[in-house]
């Protein structure tokens, strides 16, 4: 089963580069297939647009593609999916028996695309961070202020 978690990371790989997604991507950390770093482009006509969101992505080498990977966000973002260790509430990220959409025939591509769709549209129900989705359904003006203003201070470079 190792042998093919590798396998399945060295396709995957392949087919990345060969297809890039235009406002997202990853790739093997110093050629560590079970250890990727990714960045997502803020999504444009939110207030992370024109942010640089940094993550690794972590995979336990005998469970993938049958368990999703471990994804922490390195940059700070505001927003109630997400809280302050990096940590992300997707459904795409976690099982079935966890109320989750994981498939084995999902992957990295997947994984990119469902993160940017989360960005541009926020699961208050399913906050990780309740306080700040309770803020996006309560004051949306305000939630946006500070997300603009997050983003500017920590996904923006120099």
Not at 92 to 107: F, I, Q, V, Y
Not at 117 to 136: F, H, R, V
Request: glycine letters at 6%; proline letters at 7%; one cysteine or more.
């Amino acid at each position: 089963m190792a042998d093919y978690t590798i396998k399945r990371l060295k396709n995957e790989l392949v087919e990345i580069k060969k297809s890039p997604l235009p406002y997202a991507n990853a790739e093997p950390r110093d050629e560590n297939l079970l250890l990727w770093d990714g960045v997502v482009l803020g999504p444009v006509g939110t207030p992370y647009e024109g942010g640089k969101f940094h993550f690794k992505m972590e995979f336990i080498y005998r469970d993938y593609p049958y368990e999703p990977p471990k994804v922490t966000f390195k940059t700070k973002i505001f927003h109630c999916n997400f809280n302050t260790i990096g940590n992300v509430c997707l459904s795409t990220l976690k099982l079935p028996e966890d109320k989750g959409t994981w498939r084995s025939a999902m992957g990295i591509q997947s994984i990119l695309i469902s993160i940017h769709q989360l960005m541009a549209e926020p699961n208050s129900k399913d906050s990780l961070t309740p306080s700040i989705g309770d803020l996006y359904d309560d004051k949306r003006d305000k939630h946006d202020e500070i997300a603009r203003m997050w983003t500017e201070r920590y996904a923006m470079e120099d």
